[in-house]
């Protein structure tokens, strides 16, 4: 099971590799505007200013099916185990990683609750993702003592492998 594990997360990385390089080159360098404006001496370019665009904020969020392959990975770690769960436990304070390491399968299973809550078009910000993963492990039975900062952890590892 070791050397699935690996495999899938060796083929995640390399797929994370060439695929989020590309994608950024596709995001639109800045807004424009191309009227002309006349006097008398020359002709002048305006410029249009964070002002004159309004009140439009969109947060930079990572897309849905790339945070689905990190809670895939996260489900796998918290599921088997491992060195590699101490990415998400260095996170937690001591009860709440005793928490996790005796109640894997509870959180392995809110998890997998929470992958199919995610939209693989949509973007997620890390504090969203965080949230839909602690409503999934209260859904899955966790105390909400233990679930937002499991949650809080797990959101905080995804990112990261991501």
């Known amino acids: 099971m070791s050397r699935k594990f690996l495999a899938c997360l060796l083929v995640f990385s390399l797929l994370v590799t060439f695929t989020l390089p590309s994608a950024s080159l596709a995001a639109p360098k800045s807004q424009q505007s191309n009227n002309s404006v006349v ?32 809670l895939e990975v996260a489900e796998q770690i918290v599921r088997y185990g491992g060195s590699a769960l101490s990415k998400i436990t260095k996170y937690l304070d001591a009860d709440t990683a005793k928490y ?13 609750d929470a992958q199919k ?46």
Do not use: H
């Open 39 to 70: 006097t008398e001496e020359y002709i002048q370019n305006s410029v249009t200013t964070d002002d004159e665009i309004g009140d439009e904020v969109e947060a930079a969020g990572k897309t849905g099916w790339l945070i689905k392959m990190g």
């Open 100 to 112: 996790l390491k005796n109640n894997s399968s509870k959180i392995a299973k809110g998890i997998a």
């Open 117 to 162: 809550k995610i939209n693989e078009l949509e973007d997620y910000t890390q504090s969203r993702l965080s949230a839909i993963l602690q409503q999934s492990l209260s859904n899955m039975g966790v105390p909400k003592s233990y679930a937002v900062p499991i949650g809080d952890a797990i959101a905080a590892a995804v990112m990261f492998l991501i």
